[in-house]
């Protein structure tokens, strides 16, 4: 796999109190927000971000890695039978394409290929 880990995804239910929590609480530093279905933090020391997504009930993505990869549908078609893959590539905001999978253990593995 020739990805770049970029991002702790946590999938939440109410994105306004996880919000709230990871900055007032925790301090941490808001770097980006798509509306009101996510937000992301910088993580201290690291270029890798928190990532806060508003899932809906019959959402059944975990908290897991997510990675950049040079294009989501190239590198979903190259990996069938490798990565247990729980989504079909699919458009995300700011003309990119994310796809959802698990590992041997059921968490969460995310694949991007927004810059």
Known sequence: MK???S???LPVRDLKAARDYYRDVLGLEETWREGEIGC???LPGSTVQLMLML???GNTDTAGM???V???DKFYEEQQGK???TSSPFDIPGDGRWVSAKDASGHGLYFV???
């Open 70 to 72: 040079e294009n989501v």
């Open 40 to 42: 992301a933090f910088a």
């Open 55 to 57: 899932a809906d009930e």
């Open 3 to 5: 990805g770049k880990f």
């Open 7 to 9: 991002n702790v995804y």
């Open 83 to 85: 990565i247990n893959f």
């Open 66 to 68: 997510v990675f950049k």
């Open 113 to 115: 290929d927004i810059e």
